[in-house]
């Protein structure tokens, strides 16, 4: 017994975590220690975005179609534009509201997770982002992503969608000194009630998302986050606005 005391058993494995990784999960750590979070979230419809991305892909070649992603990273930054309040920073002294939205969009994953700014999401086209997260995603498959200063560069608003891994909906964490991030869910098909509904037919199939917006308490107040998500909702919902 005496022996097997004295034996050292080692049943894990260390594996290294490279510089940029260390430097990431310190700032998530600190964001969230020091960032007063809470979380608003929604129900948003999604029929009318998937027939106008049809529409708009009838012109454009095969290669060089648009995501439903796409267009929701246009309402996202769409909403940020109508709630100005929510596109900010804490200063300590002062809050800090900027004039263009610049989106970090998380892709990637595992170890080739990265979050590449798109500067002035709220003045492009849909198909001016599409092609930009077309480029970032080549350069994360061809490991080119030191040489593209985007990958480094923080904008004033975080962008996620989880729904390709079947997630109902997320919290994120804000990335300082953003004072709001918006995480997506899967979209799926679900019974709602049919507006003038009568006997029967009470009942229609919609295919709808589940998005979550995580705010900075001291920057960002519930009117105004209830705000964004209201905007957001519109925007997706009616996205022919998305055009103006």
Sequence with gaps: MHHLQNQSYKNYTDYPVNEASIQTANLLAHSKQTIPHYYLTVDVTLDSLIDLRSKLNNSLPEDGQLSVNDLLI?????????CPAANASWMGDSVRMYNSVDMNVVMGSGDTLYAPLIQGVDTRGVKSISDEVS???????EGSVGVNPSFSAVGTVTFMNLGMYGVKSCAPIIRAPQAVAVALGAAENR??????????????????????????????????GASWLSAFKAAVESPETLLL
Excluded: F, Q
């Design 74 to 82: 246009k309402a996202a930054a769409s909403a940020m534009k109508a």
């Design 191 to 224: 019974v709602v009630p049919k507006e003038g509904g009568e006997g029967d037919d009470l009942y229609d199939t919609k295919v709808m998302l589940t998005a979550t917006l995580s705010c900075d308490h001291r920057v960002v107040d519930g009117a105004v």
């Design 135 to 141: 480029s970032n995603l080549s350069d994360i498959e």
